[in-house]
């Protein structure tokens, strides 16, 4: 099996532009620059994919349905021919970005003001717990995306059992890309604590169930 782990470009939500505008998180959009991010990182997989030893195999193509990751495979195949791979896209929204709740839309900085009283109750949690087990008021926590995940990798088995496909281009968002690596590996919460958040268009492979880190890292 060999898995490509695609974060989207940047977002309106990246730059805090999003903080007037308002528009909720399935429906943000990638910036100028976040289109020219997926341009030039299409643009290293599809010379990367020249010299996959593993060019026979059965290809699969899985979105998140949120319009960042929509708009990033959109230029990713303007740019890689999938269709001569045989490969079929498809979304699922076990794949959509984390749920911040109340937080949704929010700045990071600005949520000890806006929600005082659960901003105290979160930052227990994770002071107490660790990022990975807090969850957002109203919202997931990484842990609850890790479970997600792992609903999903039910889809990929089927498909490898029924259809054969062995090689995924994953389009999706940070904590998605993190928590998926996790659960596959079977990586530890600590792991995760002390995992970065991949930066916009990064690629991250897994070949054979060995995590190969990101072969692609942009800017």
Same mark, same amino acid.
């Given at each position: 099996m060999d898995i490509y782990l695609i974060r989207h470009g940047e977002s309106i939500m990246n730059t805090g532009e999003n903080t007037k505008i308002g528009a909720i998180d399935n429906k943000v959009w990638l910036t100028e620059k976040g289109k020219e991010q997926a341009k030039r990182s299409?643009? $290293?997989?599809?010379?990367?994919l020249e010299?996959?030893?593993? @060019?026979?195999?059965?290809? @699969?193509?899985w979105v998140s349905p949120y319009s960042r990751t929509r708009e990033t495979f959109n230029i990713f195949k303007s740019i890689i021919d999938f269709q001569d791979m045989g490969a079929v896209c498809k979304e699922d929204i076990l794949l959509a970005e984390?749920? $911040?709740?109340?937080? *949704?839309?929010?700045?990071?900085?600005? !949520?000890? *003001? /806006? $929600?005082p009283k659960e901003y105290t109750y979160y930052k227990k949690l994770k002071e107490n717990q660790g990022k990975f087990y807090a969850r957002c008021p109203m919202g997931e926590s990484p842990k609850d995306v890790a479970i997600r995940c792992r609903i999903f990798f039910d889809t990929i088995w089927r498909d490898y059992d029924k259809h054969h496909i062995d090689k995924l281009f994953i389009f999706t968002h940070g904590t998605v890309l993190r928590s998926f690596v996790m659960a596959w590996q079977h990586y530890t919460p600590e792991w995760y604590?002390? /995992?970065?958040?991949?930066?916009?268009? !990064?690629?991250?492979?897994?070949?054979?169930?060995?995590?190969? @880190?990101?072969i692609y890292k942009g800017e």
């Open positions: 299409a643009e $290293f997989l599809k010379e990367y010299y996959d030893c593993n @060019g026979t195999a059965k290809t @699969g193509i984390q749920e $911040f709740g109340l937080f *949704d839309s929010v700045p990071e900085e600005n !949520w000890s *003001d /806006e $929600f604590e002390a /995992e970065k958040n991949p930066g916009n268009c !990064w690629i991250r492979r897994i070949s054979n169930n060995k995590d190969m @880190g990101y």
